[in-house]
């Protein structure tokens, strides 16, 4: 996951907000919100996927595949992992505190 590809995501989706002629509806804030997450849990995914991947290769014995690479990619996938374990306690926390509120 690289800062400089995650800061043009997030000025394009500034871009995109401040572009935005209407309100949204519930429904495609909704959606748009689903999507999101959606990708960033496939992004995840990817990650553990590379770091087994690399894990795998050098294990076996690839020469093309050093230890610090290894070390690196299952780093970044941890990172990855806790940060989206932190959205989602912070996600449940929300839903838990909005259903708590008097109507």
């Known amino acids: 996951m690289k800062v400089n ?3 043009a995501e997030m000025q394009a989706m500034k871009l995109e ?3 935005a002629s209407r309100p949204a509806t519930g429904q495609q804030v909704s959606a748009d919100f689903g999507a999101m ?4 849990i496939k992004g995840v995914n990817q990650l553990q996927s590379q770091s087994s991947e ?10 093309s595949v050093s230890l610090s ?3 690196i990619a299952r780093n970044k996938s941890s ?3 806790e940060a989206t374990v932190q959205v989602r306690n912070k996600m449940v926390e929300a839903y838990k ?6 109507v």
Do not use: K
């Open 69 to 71: 690479d290894v070390m």
């Open 79 to 81: 990172v990855a992992f």
């Open 5 to 7: 590809g995650l800061q």
């Open 37 to 40: 997450l959606g990708d960033a």
């Open 97 to 102: 505190e909005l259903m708590n509120m008097p």
């Open 17 to 19: 907000a401040s572009n």
């Open 54 to 63: 690399l894990a795998t290769r050098f294990d076996q014995g690839d020469r």
